[in-house]
């Protein structure tokens, strides 16, 4: 079983920044990627970001390239979600997920078996 808490969301202004962490506990050998997903109101959960175990290669939505940065911390257990130059379309729950002998697209949900309980982000203008 794998535990993964979220925290470091709050309330911004447009152009502001946020770091998100996550600290997974429990039996994360096997790991194959983590990722954050966020969902807004109304919408489905979209992928945001992922950062796979081997050889830390980095995947991120069009949505938040060259805004917001991946990163984990060593050894490993930590996620981290640098979020820079918010807007308004960024307000969501934030969401770490962890794929444990899953594999599958990045950017599916379906590929990620274990959940936090999500972190609220809101910008306003």
């Known amino acids: 079983q794998v535990l993964l808490m979220e925290s470091g969301g709050g309330s911004v202004q447009t152009g502001g920044s946020l770091r998100l962490s996550c600290v997974a506990s429990?039996?994360?050998?096997?790991?194959?990627?983590m990722g954050w997903f966020r969902q807004a109101p109304r919408n489905g959960r979209e992928a945001v970001a992922s950062?796979?175990?081997?050889?830390?290669?980095?995947y991120y939505a069009d949505s938040v390239k060259g805004r917001f940065t991946i990163s984990q911390g060593n050894p490993g257990n930590t996620l981290y979600l640098q979020m820079n130059s918010l807007k308004p379309e960024d307000t969501a729950m934030y969401y770490c997920?962890?794929?444990?002998?899953?594999?599958?697209?990045?950017?599916?949900?379906?590929?990620?078996?274990?959940w936090g309980q999500g972190t609220q982000v809101t910008v306003s203008s």
């Open positions: 950062i796979y175990s081997s050889g830390g290669t980095t």
């Open positions: 997920a962890a794929s444990i002998e899953v594999y599958g697209p990045w950017y599916l949900t379906d590929s990620y078996n274990y």
């Open positions: 429990g039996n994360t050998a096997g790991r194959v990627a």
